[in-house]
Nanobody, 127 residues
């Protein structure tokens, strides 16, 4: 069992930045690929970014490419989503997710592949 807790959300102006940490506890964090997803009001959940458990491979959705990055610190059991140049359309609840995998360099885009989810943190970008 892995518990995930997101934080760092809040209200930010257009063009601003936020860094969202997701702290994990429970099983060995370094054996989990991690992902960030978001869900805006009235919309389906969408993939934002993913990182392999060794941190060597990352992938960011086209909608946020060039503005968002993902990284992790396995010593701190934490994965981060760095969000720059924020836009009002980035307003959503942001969730982190963990997937157990034996493949150290794999990342995953589909939410259905993930085993554990956090409660989410609200990000609101004002225009």
């Amino acid at each position: 069992q892995v518990q995930l807790v997101e934080s760092g959300g809040g209200l930010v102006q257009t063009g601003g930045s936020l860094r969202l940490p997701c702290a994990a506890s429970g099983r060995t964090f370094s054996m989990y690929a991690m992902g960030w997803f978001r869900q805006a009001p009235g919309k389906e959940r969408e993939f934002a970014a993913a990182i392999s458990w060794n941190g060597a491979s990352t992938y960011v959705a086209n909608s946020v490419k060039g503005r968002f990055t993902i990284d992790r610190n396995n010593d701190k059991n934490t994965v981060y989503l760095q969000m720059n140049s924020l836009k009002p359309e980035d307003t959503a609840v942001y969730y982190c997710a963990a997937k157990a995998t034996q493949y150290p360099s794999n990342w995953y885009m589909s939410g259905h592949e993930y085993d554990y989810w956090g409660q989410g943190t609200q990000v609101t970008v004002s225009s």
